[in-house]
T-cell receptor, first 112, second 117 residues
Framework: GQNIDQPTEMTATEGAIVQINCTYQ??????LFWYQQHAGEAPTFLSY????GLEEKGRFSSFLSRSKGYSYLLLKELQMKDSASYLC?????????????FGIGTKLQVIP | GAGVSQSPSNKVTEKGKDVELRCDPI?????LYWYRQRLGQGLEFLIY????????KSGLPSDRFSAERTGESVSTLTIQRTQQEDSAVYLC???????????????FGDGTRLSIL
């Protein structure tokens, strides 16, 4: 099985940088995803990591350390529209198929 | 549109009634997932289909819940004898086969908001 932990809430200031952490425990790790979910909307894909290191995509970057079971999502130059929940999801290969498990999500509030 | 389509978008029904939720995945996506999301909560995995088979049904909360998929396309989630605790948003997602395309994310539909009176 999997155990995924991320903070439930964070607050950051417009224009600043925020880092959202995610730790996980899994026996057959095969990739980690970050999704953004605005209130009342469906999750949308942000990033994917399967190898150690940093993946940069515009204002958003995601980091992975497989040995530590750790990832973070870095949001730069925060904008008010970045207020949303950020979901960490881990893909695990076990029992002959791939399974994706979502964390509870981190609700980010961006303040002026 | 080319996205995941779910219907109905909203469903209000009385306790004890059966409901059927529908998901039309993106064409060519062999993997299909159902999740439940209660208000202010995270995504709760229900069931995963690879093609028309469901290798993982571990998330179905009780035997009142069932799902099927036909033609490697449309899926229906059925909840029998609904209870108030079933009130939630039910989200469907699809992706290319994770066995062949490990970096492919899930694409979500807008969900069905189910309210049990």
């Amino acid at each position: 099985g999997q155990n995924i932990d991320q903070p439930t809430e964070m607050t950051a200031t417009e224009g600043a940088i925020v880092q959202i952490n995610c730790t996980y425990q899994t026996s057959g790790f095969n990739g980690l995803f970050w999704y953004q979910q605005h209130a009342g909307e469906a999750p949308t894909f942000l990033s994917y990591n399967v190898l150690d290191g940093l993946e940069e995509k515009g204002r958003f970057s995601s980091f992975l350390s497989r040995s530590k079971g750790y990832s973070y999502l870095l949001l730069k130059e925060l904008q008010m529209k970045d207020s949303a929940s950020y979901l960490c999801a881990v893909r695990d290969y076990s029992g002959g198929y791939q399974k994706v498990t979502f964390g509870i999500g981190t609700k980010l509030q961006v303040i002026p | 549109g080319a996205g995941v389509s779910q219907s109905p978008s909203n469903k209000v029904t009385e306790k004890g009634k059966d409901v059927e939720l529908r998901c039309d995945p993106i064409s060519g996506h062999t993997a299909l997932y159902w999740y439940r999301q209660r208000l202010g909560q995270g995504l709760e995995f229900l069931i995963y289909f690879q093609g028309n088979s469901a290798p993982d049904k571990s998330g179905l909360p009780s035997d009142r819940f069932s799902a099927e998929r036909t033609g490697e396309s449309v899926s229906t989630l059925t909840i029998q004898r609904t209870q108030q605790e079933d009130s939630a948003v039910y989200l469907c997602a699809s992706s290319l086969s994770p066995q062949k395309n490990s970096n492919q994310p899930q694409h979500f539909g807008d969900g069905t908001r189910l309210s049990i009176l």
